[in-house]
């Protein structure tokens, strides 16, 4: 059985990133004896068709596992894992809308790769997003991240010889969780308001964290939106993340992933990271390698040539935004007393996890209830500022649509105890994945 499985999660065209995949996939597999390729498809596509021919010939080629997590198998697949988990007929129907969503979820892809990994035996998700590639370093090679990935996961502290450290690790301290960041485009898109005036970008944060320093804000949103996707590192190196920079979409996790799931809320960015910050703010390491990848839009979200694609990003970034003030209240608990969430054994423990992530729901409700308001008032300003009609003509279409939009609020409030409902089950989930064997449309 692998121990490992690197997978991409999908709902764009990405055959050309399978050779990739491959590649990275021969490393661990020399480095650890196993690996499993998996290609997540958020829904059937007409690429989907080619996603599946560039597997198999990548399993012929380089005689490697694959699976291709297609909608029928993964419906498959899911169904037999929650009708093997012992629950009511409610219950059950409710975990499949939410483990396997028609509309986008950031944290569909990684709970389905999740429980495949429960079904495979592998403790160890290596994930790669679909519009990410490999470095390739002028006169190095390509830089694939599974190298200081496989070097770090696992690892203790004092193995990795970091180059920036906070000094609150303990050098005995197990890596659980290492990734790096992009460069290129922005990983969070907020182009609009950037070119109009970065303090628009700053009152959208201050939104969710009234109390911060705007000075700090500001050299976040260098670090993320303008000054970081420039970097690109021509050596190899570890650090401690201690501003939250390495992304989810080039990271490896382990062993977390079978206890807590992400959350599967409907079209809010970054709700895919509940897991990392979990560790983080449970004191666990969190290391940042230097083996960037490249990010890129395609060539629609580029140009900025699709209308309803800029409102819809940019209502997933209110989304965002929303749940915001909740995972600060929670995590403020967490950092205070994490070891009231943790187990005997070191593991998560839910039940107290979640009473306090629903505490910091009810808490934030005010917060959040007059967030997409002051949301589209920024963007109603930023629109009169500038002289650029097109940017003026989508800055005041996302407006329109937030204020003509449905309640944002309360779909964050469901999501959220949507998120409540499945971590209660997960356990379940997973004993019952570990005894599910895959569907024959999944494995090639």
Known sequence: M????????????????VEQLAQEALLIRERTGSCLVALIEHADRPWSGAHRDALAAARTRHGIDVAHMNWAGTAAFLRAVVDGAGLLANERERLLTLLHPREAAYGAGPNKAALLAAAVGARVLHRRDSDVRIDDRPGLGPAYPCVLELQAIDARVVELDLEVASGTLAAADIVSFVGTDAFGSAVHDRRDLLAV?????????????????????????????????????????FEEDVNARTCVGASTIADIFLELPEMP???????????????RFLGRPIIYHSRKVLHRYDATRAGQ????????????????????????????????????????????DTAAYLTSLLAALEASMPIMTGM???FATIYRTAAGETDDAARRGRLLAVAE????????????????????????????????ARCTPLPEAILL
Do not use: K
């Not at 692998?2 to 990133?17: E, F, G, H, M, S």
């Not at 939104?207 to 700090?216: G, I, K, Q, T, V």
């Open 2 to 17: 692998p121990a490992n499985l690197i997978y991409v999660p999908t709902d764009r065209q990405c055959a050309d990133q």
């Open 401 to 432: 649509a937030v204020e003509h939009g449905p309640d944002f609020v309360e779909e964050v409030a469901q999501g959220i105890h949507d998120f409540a409902f499945l971590i209660r089950h997960w356990p379940a989930l997973v004993a019952s």
């Open 197 to 237: 005036d970065v303090r628009h970008v700053v009152e959208i944060e201050l939104l969710a964290s009234p109390d911060a320093s705007r000075e700090a804000l500001m050299r976040e949103t260098d670090q993320y939106m303008v000054s970081g996707p420039d970097i690109r590192h021509d050596r190899d190196f």
């Open 372 to 374: 997409p308001t002051a």
């Open 265 to 279: 809320i409907r079209g809010t960015l970054g709700s895919d990271y509940l897991r990392r910050n979990a560790l």
């Open 305 to 348: 040539c699709d209308l309803d694609a800029v409102v819809d990003y940019a209502r997933r970034d209110l989304r965002h935004m929303i749940v915001w003030p909740v995972l600060v209240a929670h995590h403020r608990t967490l950092r205070a007393r994490p070891a009231d969430f943790l187990t005997t054994s070191g593991g998560v």
